[in-house]
C-alpha cells in the first residue's frame, strides 16, 4: 500500500469516526471573489506569488464563537482550531490538542494564565487558573529548567520557584507548579507560596556540628521504625513530649565531629525528627566494631547522609524506643508471595470508588473467591515504585478486615500509587498499581457497587401533566427546572441541587389509562447509564369501555454524572411475558474523556456459517470441558481439535440461527449491567420471520463467544423488528443462571 | 439547462458538484484539514480565472485534481517541504483505483459497510484512534496492549478495509 492509499483510507477515517465531514466553503470562496483576491497561479512551474493568505473560516469562527459565548469562554474567538486559546502559552516543542472545552497537552509544558481554559493531561484536569501556572507532562529535568524558563518569559523569581522541586505538585503524568495565585487541580486548590516568602531558616552545613547540634535540640516530634530481616516496622510515634525532649537533647548532646574515616551504612532504625517550621531531620544510629558510635544524619537540603561519630550514650538513651519499635506490627511487603496471602487472609472489603466523580460506587464484597483474586491485584507481581509524593485525586478506598479482627486500609489515586495503613499507622508508601491491576480492580467494584451509587434520588410521577406532547428532557440547572416545572405544573418546582443532581423527565403525552412510570432498573455500561422503566397502566370498566384521559410523567433526580443517559421503556403489552424495551431518546452526551465505568470482555472465539439445517434461533452454554465438547457438536462447527478454555474463568455461549447468506453481522454486545444481571444484546440481520428463515437467501450461522464466569444472572436480548430494518425493541430471550 | 450567468454562481455550481472530491484528493495527496480547505478554495478561484471546455464530469474532475496537485506543489515549493516523487502519475493511480465514477461519496459509504464488518477491538481500537485522537501509546494504554500490538492490529484493520473498500467500489 502506498503513501496516497494510506492517506486516502486515514483522511478517510478521520471523516468518519471523528464525525468532521469536508466542509462546505462555498461561502468563504465567495467571500474571497468577492474581496477581489487573485487566486494563486496553478501551473506546476514555481508561483510568480505565494498562495494567498488565507482568509478567515468565517462560517467556523461563527460556530466556534457560538459554541464558545455558551460556554462563556468568549476570548476563544477568531482562533483556528489547533491554535491555542488565551491565557496558554506553550513552550517550544509542547504538543498540544484544541477541543471544545478544554486544551488537551499531548507532550511538553504550558504556561497558564489568567482566564485559561482547563487543561487536560491523561488524568490530570487543571482548571481555574488564577494567577499563572506551568503545567506539563512531567517535572523538567535539571538541563532542560532554563531553557523552558526563556521560552515561557519567566521572571526571575518564577524562575527560581520552578526551579524548586518543592513547587511541583504531580497527578499521573500532569506536573504542575503554581508560579502565583493559584489553580485546582483535579478538584482540589493548589495556591502558590507567597511570591516573596519569608526567609527560611537555611540549613548548616555538615561542617557546622554547632549549629546542628542546636538545631537537633529543637526537635518537637520523633517517629522511628526499625528493621528486622529487610522488613521495617511500621513507624513508631513518641507521643511523650518529654521523652521527645529527652531523645532530641540526646541527639544535641552527644553528636560528635562529622566521621574522618565513615563506616558503611546500617539504617536498621531510622528516625524522623521533626522541627518545629516543619523540616524533618532524618538519622540512624549505630556502631561498628572498633567506633563508639556513629550517627546518619541527613537536613532536607543534604543531598546525601552525612556520617558523624558519635557517644554510645546516644544508642542507650534510645534503648526503650527501638525495642518498642521492633515489637511494631510488620508488614512483610518485600515478599509479594507473603502479601498476596496476607490480603487473602480478608474476610470483608469495603470500598469507594470515586472513578465517576459524579457517582461514587460504594459496597462490600464478602465472596472469598473474589476476595482471593482481590489479594493478587492489589500486590502484583509487577507493581512499580514511586518516590514523588503525589497531591493526586485519590479513586479507591478500600478497607480490608483480617480473619484475625485486624484491619488494613488502601487509598490509591488516580495514577496507582497508593498507601498502605495497618492499625491506622502508614506503613507502606510510593508503591504502585500496575494500570491492569486498576482496571480489574474497577470491574471487580462495578459487579460488586450498591447500585445506590447511581440511582433514582427523588421521583415525582402522576397521570395529569400539563405536558401533554410525549417527551422526554432532561435538566440540569435552575433555570431548567423553574421552566419545566412551571410547564407540567404551574407552580413552583419542589428543591432541587443542580450541582450534585440532574432530573430527567418523561412524558408521555395525551393517552389513556395511566398513572406515570416507576424505574424498574438501572443498568451500567461502559460510557452511559440506561434507566429502564415501566409504565404504570390501570383497568377501567364502563358501558362504553370508559378508558380515562391522562398526560403521565415521570420526573427523577439523579446524580449528576459525566456519563450518558439512555432510558428504555418496556413496551411488552402481554401479561407476564419477557419484557421488550423500546428505546427513548438518549441524553446527556458524554465527555469524550470520561472513563469507561465497566469494562466487560466478550471473545467472539468463532464464526462460522453453513450446513444444514436451517435452524430458529438457538443459545447452548458450555460450563466445562464435557459440555465445551456437546457444543460443538451440537453445532457441528467442524472443529477436531477444540481450543482450551479456562472454566475458572469463563464459560461459553453460542448462537446459532437463520441469517442472510455471506453476513457476518452477528456480535453479542454488553447493553449494561447491576447487581443482579449482565444484559448482553444479539446484534443479528436475523431472520425477521418465520418465512425469512426458510428464503433461499438465507442459511445458518453461528458464533461461540467467551465470556466472564458469570456472578449474577446474565441474560441476552435479540432484536425485534416490526416490518424495520433497525430493531424497534430489545426483547428478553434467554437467561444463564449463575 | 440554464446557462450559468455569473461567476458566483458559476463557482457555487462547481463548489457544489466537485469540491467535496477536491478536499479529499487533496488530503490523499497529504494536506491537513486546514491546508485542504485553503487549497481547494484556490482551485475554483483559479478555474474560474482559467475555465476550460467543459467535457463532462469525469475530465472536468481531473482538470480540477490537477490543479489541485499544481497548487499543492506549489505550497510544498513555498514551504520548501520535500516534493513527493511521482506524485502527479501515483497520486492518479490512487485516486483512481479507489474511488467510483460517481465520485468519492460512494467510496465513503463503502468504508461504513466495510467498518461494519469490523471485529469489536479492531473498531475500538480505530475509534480510539481516530475519534477520539490517542496515540498509538494511549491507544496501547487504553485496550491495555502493548504499542506495537496496536500498531499490527491498526495496520492489519487499514488493510482490511482497503480490501473491502476495493471489492465494493470496483465496477
Redesign the interface.
Known amino acids: 500500500m502506498n503513501t496516497f492509499h494510506d492517506n486516502l483510507l486515514d483522511s478517510d477515517l478521520d471523516e468518519i469516526l471523528s464525525g468532521r465531514g469536508a466542509p462546505d466553503l462555498t461561502a468563504r470562496a465567495l467571500q474571497k471573489l468577492a474581496a477581489g483576491t487573485q487566486p494563486p497561479a496553478a501551473e506546476p512551474a514555481r508561483a510568480d506569488a505565494r498562495p494567498a493568505v488565507a482568509t478567515p473560516r468565517w462560517r467556523a469562527w461563527a460556530r466556534a464563537a457560538a459554541v464558545l459565548l455558551v460556554l462563556g469562554m468568549a476570548g476563544w474567538l477568531l482562533t483556528r482550531p489547533d491554535t491555542l486559546p488565551r491565557g496558554v502559552t506553550a513552550a517550544e516543542g509542547a504538543r498540544w490538542r484544541v477541543r471544545a472545552d478544554h486544551v488537551e497537552l499531548k507532550s511538553g509544558w504550558v504556561l497558564l494564565s489568567d482566564g485559561a481554559p482547563v487543561l487536560v493531561v491523561g488524568d490530570g484536569r487543571v482548571e481555574n487558573v488564577n494567577g499563572r501556572t506551568v503545567a506539563g507532562t512531567g517535572i523538567p529535568g535539571g538541563d532542560a529548567l532554563d531553557p523552558l524558563a526563556d521560552h515561557l518569559d519567566l521572571s526571575a523569581l518564577e524562575r527560581e520557584a520552578m526551579k524548586n522541586p518543592n513547587r511541583w505538585i504531580t497527578a499521573g503524568m500532569l506536573a504542575l507548579c503554581v508560579l502565583s495565585g493559584q489553580a485546582v487541580l483535579n478538584g482540589r486548590v493548589i495556591a502558590a507560596e507567597e511570591d516573596t516568602p519569608p526567609p527560611r531558616a537555611q540549613d548548616p552545613k555538615p561542617e557546622d556540628t554547632k549549629s546542628l547540634r542546636a538545631l537537633l535540640g529543637q526537635v518537637e516530634g520523633i517517629e522511628l521504625r526499625v528493621a528486622e530481616k529487610g522488613l521495617y516496622s511500621g513507624w513508631l510515634t513518641v507521643r511523650d513530649a518529654a521523652r521527645v525532649r529527652a531523645i532530641a537533647a540526646a541527639f544535641a548532646t552527644h553528636l560528635g565531629e562529622p566521621s574522618a574515616t565513615p563506616a558503611g551504612i546500617d539504617h536498621t532504625n531510622q528516625f524522623e525528627l521533626r522541627l518545629k517550621d516543619g523540616r524533618v531531620i532524618r538519622a540512624s544510629v549505630f556502631t561498628r566494631p572498633g567506633r563508639a558510635g556513629l550517627c546518619d544524619i541527613r537536613l532536607p537540603s543534604w543531598e546525601r547522609y552525612h556520617q558523624f561519630d558519635c557517644a554510645p550514650d546516644l544508642a542507650a538513651e534510645l534503648k526503650a524506643e527501638l525495642a518498642a519499635a521492633r515489637n511494631q506490627p510488620r508488614l512483610p511487603v518485600q515478599d509479594a508471595k507473603a502479601m498476596r496471602a496476607l490480603l487473602a487472609r480478608a474476610v470483608e472489603a469495603t470500598f469507594v470508588d470515586s472513578t465517576d466523580q459524579g457517582a461514587p460506587l460504594r459496597g462490600t464484597i464478602r465472596d472469598a473467591a473474589v476476595l482471593a483474586r482481590m489479594a493478587g491485584l492489589l500486590w502484583p507481581e509487577d507493581m512499580g515504585f514511586s518516590k514523588t509524593h503525589l497531591a493526586e485525586r485519590d479513586v479507591y478506598q478500600l478497607a480490608l478486615k483480617l480473619n484475625d479482627g485486624s484491619g488494613l486500609g488502601f487509598v490509591v489515586g488516580d495514577s496507582g500509587i497508593f498507601t498502605l495503613t495497618m492499625t491506622g499507622e502508614t506503613s507502606v508508601e510510593g508503591r504502585i498499581l500496575p494500570g491492569t491491576s486498576m482496571q480489574a480492580l474497577r470491574e471487580m467494584f462495578t459487579r460488586a457497587a450498591d447500585t445506590r451509587g447511581f440511582a433514582v434520588l427523588r421521583q415525582w410521577t402522576g397521570e395529569n401533566s400539563r405536558v401533554t406532547r410525549a417527551q422526554t428532557r432532561l435538566v440540569y440547572d435552575d433555570e431548567g427546572w423553574t421552566a419545566l416545572w412551571n410547564e407540567h405544573a404551574g407552580t413552583a418546582a419542589p428543591a432541587v441541587n443542580f450541582e450534585r443532581e440532574i432530573v430527567l423527565a418523561v412524558f408521555g403525552g395525551d393517552k389513556l389509562n395511566s398513572r406515570g412510570y416507576t424505574v424498574r432498573e438501572i443498568l451500567q455500561g461502559e460510557y452511559r447509564y440506561t434507566l429502564r422503566l415501566e409504565e404504570e397502566h390501570f383497568q377501567t370498566a364502563g358501558p362504553d369501555g370508559g378508558g380515562v384521559r391522562c398526560a403521565p410523567f415521570a420526573m427523577f433526580a439523579l446524580p449528576r454524572t459525566e456519563a450518558a443517559i439512555h432510558m428504555e421503556l418496556n413496551v411488552q403489552g402481554i401479561k407476564r411475558a419477557a419484557p421488550l424495551w423500546q428505546p427513548l431518546e438518549a441524553k446527556w452526551k458524554p465527555r469524550s474523556d470520561i472513563n469507561p465505568m465497566v469494562s466487560y470482555t466478550i471473545d467472539g472465539t468463532r464464526f462460522g456459517s453453513g450446513g444444514f439445517p436451517k435452524t430458529k434461533r438457538r443459545f447452548l452454554v458450555a460450563r466445562d470441558a464435557a459440555q465445551w465438547q456437546e457444543l460443538n457438536n451440537d453445532i457441528n462447527t467442524g472443529q477436531d481439535k477444540l481450543p482450551a478454555v479456562d472454566w475458572d474463568q469463563y464459560i461459553a455461549v453460542a448462537a446459532t440461527e437463520a441469517a442472510p447468506a455471506n453476513t457476518d453481522q452477528f456480535e453479542l454486545v454488553l447493553a449494561g449491567m447491576n447487581q443482579a444481571r449482565v444484559v448482553l444484546r444479539l446484534t443479528t440481520p436475523g431472520a425477521q420471520t418465520e418465512s425469512d428463515s426458510e428464503s433461499p437467501g438465507y442459511e445458518r450461522i453461528w458464533r461461540i463467544w467467551l465470556i466472564p464466569k458469570p456472578d449474577r444472572d446474565i441474560v441476552i436480548e435479540t432484536p425485534r423488528y416490526d416490518g424495520t430494518t433497525a430493531p424497534t425493541g430489545w426483547l428478553e430471550t434467554h437467561t444463564i443462571r449463575r | 439547462m440554464r446557462a450559468v450567468t455569473t461567476?458566483?454562481e458559476q463557482?457555487?455550481e462547481w463548489?457544489?458538484r466537485h469540491?467535496?472530491d477536491v478536499?479529499?484528493f487533496l488530503?490523499?495527496?497529504?494536506c491537513d484539514?486546514?491546508l485542504a480547505?485553503?487549497?481547494?478554495?484556490?482551485?475554483?478561484?483559479?478555474v474560474?480565472?482559467?475555465p476550460v471546455a467543459d467535457f463532462g464530469p469525469a475530465a472536468t474532475a481531473a482538470y480540477l485534481r490537477k490543479?489541485a496537485r499544481?497548487?499543492y506543489?506549489?505550497?510544498l515549493?513555498?514551504h520548501r517541504r520535500e516534493l513527493?516523487l511521482g506524485l502527479e502519475a501515483?497520486?492518479e493511480a490512487?485516486?483512481a483505483?479507489?474511488t467510483p465514477g460517481d465520485g468519492s461519496d460512494q467510496?465513503?459509504a463503502a468504508?461504513?459497510r466495510c467498518?461494519?464488518?469490523l471485529?469489536?477491538r479492531q473498531r475500538r481500537a480505530?475509534?480510539l484512534r481516530?475519534?477520539?485522537?490517542l496515540?498509538d501509546a494511549e491507544t496501547a494504554?487504553a485496550m491495555?496492549a502493548t504499542p506495537d500490538a496496536i500498531k499490527g492490529l491498526l495496520k492489519r484493520t487499514?488493510?482490511q478495509?482497503?480490501q473491502c473498500?476495493q471489492q465494493q467500489v470496483k465496477p
Request: proline letters at 1%; zero cysteines; charged letters at 35%.
Open positions: 461567476r458566483e463557482l457555487v463548489m457544489r469540491q467535496t478536499w479529499r488530503r490523499m495527496l497529504g484539514r486546514a480547505d485553503d487549497l481547494t478554495q484556490d482551485v475554483f478561484l483559479y474560474l480565472d482559467h490543479t499544481n497548487l506543489l506549489n505550497w515549493r513555498d513527493p501515483q497520486s490512487a485516486w483505483e479507489l467510496r465513503l468504508l461504513r467498518l461494519d464488518k471485529a469489536d480505530l475509534d481516530y475519534r477520539d485522537g496515540s494504554q491495555q487499514r488493510e478495509l482497503r473498500v
